[in-house]
């Protein structure tokens, strides 16, 4: 059974940081792909970023370029997430989510409905 556990959210000034990780288990094969998505209240849940299988393929989404870096550790099953500069418009759930689609180009990782496994999801509150 696959399972993603999302941890690290939590409460951050505006202009503050955090590090969103994700751990995977349960799937066997190392060719997937990752990636955080983000529901705010009353909006529909959008992507933030990816990455594909190879570790050289990521896409972001606009409200995270320039701020958010995705990333895999293999060793550890795990992908993370580095937020900076956050803003208010960035409180939301962000979820965790893998598909088998290890090798998607980058306009498939955008597409939601790829994705066969989510995290629970973790809430970060960015305000003063």
């Known amino acids: 059974q696959v399972q993603l556990v999302e941890s690290g959210g939590g409460w951050v000034p505006p202009g503050g940081s955090l590090t969103l990780s994700c751990a995977a288990s349960?799937?066997?094969?190392?060719?997937?792909?990752m990636a955080w998505f983000r529901q705010a209240p009353g909006k529909e849940r959008a992507l933030v970023a990816a990455?594909?299988?190879?570790?050289?393929?990521?896409v972001y989404g606009d409200s995270a370029r320039g701020r958010f870096t995705i990333s895999r550790d293999r060793a550890k099953n795990t992908g993370n997430l580095r937020m900076n500069r956050l803003e208010p418009e960035d409180t939301a759930v962000y979820y965790c989510?893998?598909?088998?689609?290890?090798?998607?180009?980058?306009?498939?990782?955008?597409?939601?409905?790829?994705?066969?496994?989510w995290g629970q999801g973790t809430q970060v509150t960015v305000s003063s």
């Open positions: 989510a893998l598909t088998s689609r290890g090798n998607a180009i980058s306009s498939t990782l955008r597409n939601i409905d790829i994705y066969e496994y």
């Open positions: 349960g799937y066997t094969s190392s060719n997937y792909a």
């Open positions: 990455f594909a299988s190879s570790g050289i393929r990521f």
